[in-house]
T-cell receptor, first 115, second 114 residues
Framework: AQKVTQAQTEISVVEKEDVTLDCVYE???????LFWYKQPPSGELVFLIR??????QNEISGRYSWNFQKSTSSFNFTITASQVVDSAVYFC????????????FGTGTSLTVIP | NAGVTQTPKFRILKIGQSMTLQCAQD?????MYWYRQDPGMGLKLIYY???????DKGEVPNGYNVSRSTTEDFPLRLELAAPSQTSVYFC?????????????FGPGTRLTVT
């Protein structure tokens, strides 16, 4: 079974629109961490954010915000006023408490921001 | 710090050839990982290591081997390359086995087997 599901394969938005990337996870652990990574066209993986299972506060960082809801096992990522530089593949990942920091990645969402 | 480095960046192999993908990190991280990324499939864990001399299989280890003789280096060996091993390979490291630490990724190696 897939531990991390990113149902949106590809999304296209026009510049300045807001866009939300969905992430649903599955775990039986009470202690776990969720991550978002960005993979721009250059190919490297860039760490964006980490959230632990005990902290359900939403987080905002500039145009980025994250909504963590344990009740729905979701950790969604919103980009406000999107820009062309936001075009990338975004990955959600799960790390559980007893797996030696093994990451389980979703299949990624490819975001294209059209100027 | 150079972080995590990988060589080569690109490689084309013929079926049946062998090669070693190099990975090194200069952050003194104990944990290192090898992933492969296939189009539309996310990253799959091939092998990982929790320290020098200790390695373990991930989700997709078949066709690969690893060794970890030093903290810094974690090479991935492909024996008898097959077209199914065409992929982008990422090496990553993290200082601890605690789930709270993010993984630091190298730039990737794009491998084509024809």
């Amino acid at each position: 079974a897939q531990k991390v599901t990113q149902a949106q394969t590809e999304i296209s938005v026009v510049e300045k629109e807001d866009v939300t990337l969905d992430c649903v996870y599955e775990t039986r652990d009470t202690t776990y961490y969720l991550f978002w990574y960005k993979q721009p066209p250059s190919g490297e993986l860039v760490f964006l954010i980490r959230r632990n299972s005990f902290d359900e506060q939403n987080e905002i960082s500039g145009r980025y915000s994250w909504n963590f809801q344990k009740s729905t096992s979701s950790f969604n990522f919103t980009i406000t006023a999107s820009q062309v530089v936001d075009s990338a593949v975004y990955f959600c990942a799960l790390s559980e408490g007893n797996t030696g920091n093994q990451f389980y990645f979703g299949t990624g969402t490819s975001l294209t921001v059209i100027p | 710090n150079a972080g995590v480095t990988q060589t080569p960046k690109f490689r084309i192999l013929k079926i049946g050839q062998s090669m070693t993908l190099q990975c090194a990190q200069d952050m003194n991280h104990n944990y290192m990982y090898w992933y492969r990324q296939d189009p539309g499939m996310g990253l799959k864990l091939i092998y990982y290591s929790v320290g020098a001399g200790i390695t373990d299989k991930g989700e997709v280890p078949n066709g690969y081997n690893v060794s970890r003789s030093t903290t810094e280096d974690f090479p991935l060996r492909l024996e008898l390359a097959a077209p199914s091993q065409t992929s982008v390979y990422f090496c990553a490291s993290t200082p601890s086995g605690l789930p709270s630490y993010e993984q630091y990724f190298g730039p990737g190696t794009r491998l084509t087997v024809t």
